[in-house]
């Protein structure tokens, strides 16, 4: 059974930091690249991070370069995948959600075929 769990939502203030982390399981997920997105109220989910399968790459949207941090630790039964967020800002604000995918280091949504319900990150100002 394919499950992706996302945890370690919250709600912090401006400047602050949090952790959040998705544990894949029931497929060969070191096989795939991993990835973030990120959903606020209103509007379109939209791409944060992503991951390639060996860790040797990575990419970010341009709203969290330099201040978030994507790694992932491929142990033998669960992909753990880790999104480190520092100095957080109110438009940081959304439901946050991991998602897997077979393709290199994919950016579109439509690329990924595995995905977690969520988890909220709150930042307040």
């Known amino acids: 059974q394919v499950q992706v769990v996302e945890s370690g939502g919250g709600l912090v203030q401006a400047g602050a930091s949090l952790r959040l982390s998705c544990a894949a399981s029931?497929?060969?997920?070191?096989?795939?690249?991993m990835g973030w997105f990120r959903q606020a109220p209103g509007k379109d989910r939209e791409f944060v991070a992503a991951i390639s399968r060996s860790a040797g790459s990575t990419v970010y949207a341009d709203s969290v370069k330099d201040r978030f941090t994507i790694s992932r630790d491929n142990a033998k039964n669960t992909v753990t995948v880790y999104l480190q967020m520092d100095s957080l800002k109110p438009e940081d604000t959304a439901v946050y959600y991991c998602?897997?995918?077979?393709?290199?280091?994919?950016?579109?949504?439509?690329?990924?075929?595995?995905w977690g319900q969520g988890t909220q990150v709150t930042v307040s100002s």
């Open positions: 998602a897997a995918s077979m393709t290199f280091l994919p950016t579109s949504s439509y690329e990924y075929s595995y």
């Open positions: 029931g497929r060969t997920f070191s096989g795939y690249a």
